[in-house]
């Protein structure tokens, strides 16, 4: 049998020295990978999203369209000034904001909500090329300008009607303070002369009384006006 040699000895006292920065440096590239696949596949749920909204993906158009003026108009006033309770359940379109039916979506201003609706997905989701705008022949120019000023005599007749319908009321409104003031007038009038009228018949029985009070004296009225006699119990 050969010699055993002798098992060198092991120092268990000593402490494992670590690589902060290799360790740091395998954990930021662990977390940015992280991130990437996280952004790769945001971008492909999103993507998804979009072309599950495209009518062209889908079918249901053969060629997108020109871009155009709108047709209608945007009613950006309907929320202003009115309280909307918000709840956990609920859909889209039950919170707080603009609520975009086409995309599914909200925006919580009307300046967002104008930039979306103005924006590429939007307009590809409807069906239209961003990259083609709809010419305007010169028919349609004449059409609208036809119809601008059809708006523009409408607008004026209803603000003639509107002033002519507040001169009436104005008028009447005349006529009637200046009726009030006459019987007014009138009822003042009737008043003084009523008192004008009183007062004669109080001067008449004055006048009555002095000539008793002279009978009764056996004097003339005037001498007995003038000794101070007006009447019965008093001088």
Same mark, same amino acid.
């Given at each position: 049998?050969?010699?055993?040699?002798? %098992?060198?000895?092991?120092?268990? !006292?000593?402490?494992? %020295?670590?690589? #902060?920065?290799?360790?740091?440096?395998?954990?930021?590239?662990?977390?940015?990978?992280?991130?990437?696949?996280?952004?790769?596949?945001?971008?492909?749920?999103?993507?998804?999203?979009?072309?599950?909204?495209?009518?062209?993906?889908?079918?249901?158009?053969?060629?997108?369209?020109?871009?155009?003026?709108?047709?209608? $108009?945007? &009613?950006?006033? /309907?929320?202003?000034?009115? /309280?909307?309770?918000?709840?956990?359940?609920? =859909?889209?379109?039950?919170?707080?904001?603009?609520?975009?039916?086409?995309?599914?979506?909200?925006?919580?201003?009307?300046?967002?909500?104008?930039?979306?609706?103005?924006? #590429?997905?939007? &307009?590809?989701?409807? =069906?239209?090329?961003?990259? #083609?705008?709809? $010419?305007?022949?010169?028919?349609?120019?004449?059409?609208?300008?036809?119809?601008? %000023?059809? #708006? %523009?005599? @409408?607008?004026?007749?209803?603000?003639?009607?509107?002033?002519?319908?507040?001169?009436?009321? @104005?008028?009447?409104?005349?006529?009637?303070?200046?009726?009030?003031?006459?019987? $007014?007038?009138?009822?003042?009038?009737?008043?003084?002369?009523?008192?004008?009228?009183? &007062?004669?018949?109080?001067?008449?029985?004055?006048?009555?009384?002095?000539?008793? !009070?002279?009978?009764?004296?056996? !004097?003339?009225?005037?001498?007995?006006?003038?000794?101070?006699? !007006? =009447?019965?119990?008093?001088?």
């Amino acid at each position: 049998m050969g010699v055993e040699k002798p %098992k060198a000895d092991v120092d268990n !006292t000593a402490r494992r %020295k670590w690589d #902060k920065e290799d360790f740091s440096e395998k954990a930021s590239k662990r977390e940015k990978e992280e991130q990437e696949g996280a952004e790769l596949d945001w971008r492909e749920a999103k993507r998804q999203k979009r072309l599950a909204r495209d009518p062209l993906h889908q079918g249901l158009i053969q060629e997108r369209g020109s871009i155009k003026a709108r047709d209608y $108009k945007l &009613n950006l006033d /309907s929320r202003r000034g009115k /309280s909307q309770i918000v709840g956990a359940v609920g =859909g889209l379109s039950q919170q707080p904001g603009y609520y975009c039916s086409v995309c599914d979506c909200v925006l919580k201003d009307n300046l967002a909500y104008l930039d979306h609706i103005n924006g #590429k997905g939007h &307009n590809r989701a409807l =069906g239209l090329n961003n990259n #083609k705008v709809e $010419k305007s022949s010169a028919s349609a120019v004449k059409d609208r300008m036809a119809e601008l %000023k059809r #708006k %523009k005599e @409408q607008a004026k007749a209803q603000s003639d009607a509107v002033d002519e319908m507040e001169a009436r009321i @104005q008028s009447r409104r005349d006529a009637e303070e200046a009726e009030r003031r006459r019987k $007014k007038e009138a009822a003042k009038q009737k008043k003084v002369n009523n008192n004008l009228h009183d &007062n004669g018949d109080d001067d008449d029985d004055n006048d009555d009384t002095g000539d008793l !009070t002279a009978a009764a004296l056996g !004097t003339d009225p005037e001498i007995a006006k003038m000794m101070g006699f !007006t =009447g019965f119990g008093g001088m």
